[in-house]
């Protein structure tokens, strides 16, 4: 999928960012990300597409969420363990990421139609970027971050999303944000997280099973220009990640794979490449057992990568 920019695409919007994918339990794929004139425009609105099952054709993108006269942000889709899609946002009510709060609305069918925005989280200054997780327990754990001083969090619903508290503050130096998470087959969890301090790197955390107490450390061995990571555990139990490799440029985006929990990492794998950026990864895994990747092309188109976990072990 390649989102273009022109009117003749069907999408009037020069930037095109911060997409995520989710699987719905008919096997429709649907990508949502922030469009608009600029980041933080007015105009900047949540849209949509999606690719039916067997289709290799993806629809002219709709509005799910678009705040009159300020910007809509960060989005994130979820697909929760009894086929409901959910999507977490940023609703701004001022010109920076600090006046925003977090909304959602939700979809029983696949995403065709959707609920009337309500708020999620009870705070201001709180980010998304990357998808909750449920764990073994039935915990739902949603990382976040808060902007002002760039430190990530867990907040935790134990109410299938009616309510959420918050883990503390993850402070570190380096600094660090848009934590992305995943469960390890000992019920502990472990974190992705972006660099917040431009010192080139990745950071890593590790949390019990409940997202409450984590400790964090900067990896030398991950390169990043302080640019948006996912991670994702495959069905196999192994922990695949994706980020940009190299410690000043947004590209290449490559794909790494861990098979100890996070400790170490295969080598990067290319997903795309070319200047200035292919950037901000949101991925799955599929329901047939491919690996779906969208991401940010110069921050004017959305791109969407399919392949096999065979093809990622090929030298």
């Known amino acids: 999928m390649s989102v273009p920019s022109s009117p003749e695409g069907g999408l009037p919007f020069p930037y095109n960012h911060t997409a995520s994918i989710v699987e719905a339990s008919n096997g429709v794929l649907l990508v949502a990300w922030g469009a608009g004139s600029y980041e933080l425009a007015p105009d900047t609105r949540i849209v949509a597409s999606r690719r039916a099952a067997g289709s290799s054709q993806w629809s002219a993108p709709v509005t799910l969420a678009d705040k009159p006269g300020f910007a809509d942000a960060n989005c994130v889709l979820f697909l929760d363990d009894v086929g409901m899609l959910h999507l977490y946002y940023v609703e701004m009510f001022g010109d920076n990421f600090c006046l925003g709060r977090t909304m959602q609305i939700d979809s029983t069918d696949a995403g065709a139609t959707w609920s009337t925005p309500r708020p999620l989280l009870d705070a201001f200054c709180i980010l998304l970027r990357n998808r909750p997780i449920i764990t073994a327990g039935g915990i739902w754990i949603l990382p976040a971050y808060e902007q002002a001083v760039y430190q990530s969090q867990f907040w935790r619903s134990a109410d299938r999303g009616a309510s959420w508290q918050p883990s503390g503050k993850l402070f570190s130096v380096p600094l660090n944000l848009q934590p992305a998470v995943a469960q390890l087959a000992d019920g502990s969890l472990f974190a992705l997280l972006r660099n917040g301090s431009k010192t080139g790197t990745l950071l890593?955390?590790?949390?019990?099973?409940?997202?409450?107490?984590?400790?964090?450390?900067?990896?030398?061995?991950?390169?990043?220009?302080?640019?948006?990571?996912?991670?994702?555990?495959?069905?196999?139990?192994?922990?695949?990640?994706?980020?940009?490799?190299?410690?000043?440029?947004?590209?290449?985006?490559?794909?790494?794979?861990?098979?100890?929990?996070?400790e170490s990492w295969s080598s990067p794998k290319i997903i795309a490449d070319g200047p200035p950026q292919r950037s901000y990864p949101s991925a799955i895994q599929s329901a047939d057992g491919r690996i779906h990747v969208v991401y940010s092309a110069n921050l004017t188109h959305i791109e969407h990568v399919t392949f096999t976990r065979a093809w990622l072990l090929q030298p």
Do not use: M
Not at 225 to 236: A, K
């Open 204 to 262: 890593d955390a590790r949390g019990d099973a409940c997202g409450i107490a984590w400790a964090v450390r900067e990896r030398d061995d991950l390169p990043n220009p302080n640019s948006g990571v996912e991670l994702i555990r495959l069905l196999t139990g192994e922990l695949l990640a994706f980020y940009n490799d190299s410690a000043t440029q947004r590209t290449p985006l490559v794909a790494a794979l861990s098979t100890d929990g996070g």
